[in-house]
């Protein structure tokens, strides 16, 4: 079994649709979770941390259910410029040391 | 600030050569890493520098080698490469929980 899990999808969503992906882990000691987003063929970027009590940026909401070992990310509102892979990121660790953990991704399909 | 750059962006290698792949980060992080991305897989850590003058292997460090030149720059060598070794490279360093990724050096070893 993975130690991190994605649905690859891809989600095809409308413009201005909600939409939300789960990202599963198997390291109850996991300690700190981020959702990361990969546009196609560039680098990883930062989106998001995921705090215990979840947390909001704008149309984007993270949460962490630690009981069922996952988190999700909610998109409101969708925009063309959403389209990307999400990449969620576990780590046993406060920081990031060498046991960052990545999703494959979920794509995510933003269409007029 | 440029932030972390990679040399080269593309590369095609035949079975068997070698090559180095550079990398550098003008924002001072002691953390960095190399990565390899591969389709339907995430990212798989090859070897990671705490700080400079130390390295250590990741997930996958097989085939690979790696020098932490100094607090800037640190490079990855593929001394025999396979065909295995095709991937996307990313090259990244961290500061405060968050990981700045270089553009990436797609490989292809035939």
């Known amino acids: 079994r993975k130690e991190v899990e994605q649905d690859p999808g891809p989600f095809n969503v409308p413009e201005g649709a909600t939409v939300a992906f789960n990202c599963t882990y198997s390291?109850?000691?996991?300690?700190?979770f981020f959702w990361y987003r990969q546009d196609c063929r560039k680098e990883p970027k930062l989106l998001m941390s995921?705090?215990?009590s979840g947390n909001e940026d704008g149309r984007f909401t993270a949460q962490l259910n630690r009981a069922s070992q996952y988190i999700s990310l909610l998109i409101r509102d969708s925009k063309l410029s959403d389209s990307a892979t999400y990449l969620c990121?576990?780590?046993?660790?406060?920081?990031?040391?060498?046991?960052?953990?990545f999703g494959a991704g979920t794509i995510l399909r933003v269409k007029s | 600030n440029a932030g972390v750059t990679q040399t080269p962006k593309f590369q095609v290698l035949k079975t068997g050569q070698s090559m180095t792949l550079q990398c550098a980060q003008d924002?001072?992080?002691?953390?960095m890493y190399w990565y390899r991305q591969d389709p339907g897989m995430g990212l798989r850590l090859i070897y990671y520098?705490?700080?400079?003058?130390?390295?250590d292997k990741g997930e996958v460090p097989n085939g690979y080698n790696v020098s932490r030149l100094n607090k800037r720059e640190f490079s990855l060598r593929l001394e025999s490469a396979a065909p295995s070794q095709t991937s996307v490279y990313f090259c990244?360093?961290?500061?405060?929980?968050?990981?700045?990724f270089g553009p990436g050096t797609r490989l292809t070893v035939l």
């Open positions: 990244a360093s961290s500061q405060e929980r968050r990981l700045f």
């Open positions: 390291n109850s000691a996991s300690q700190s």
């Open positions: 995921v705090y215990s």
């Open positions: 990121v576990v780590t046993p660790y406060m920081e990031y040391g060498n046991k960052l953990v």
């Open positions: 924002m001072n992080h002691n953390s």
């Open positions: 520098s705490a700080s400079e003058g130390t390295t």
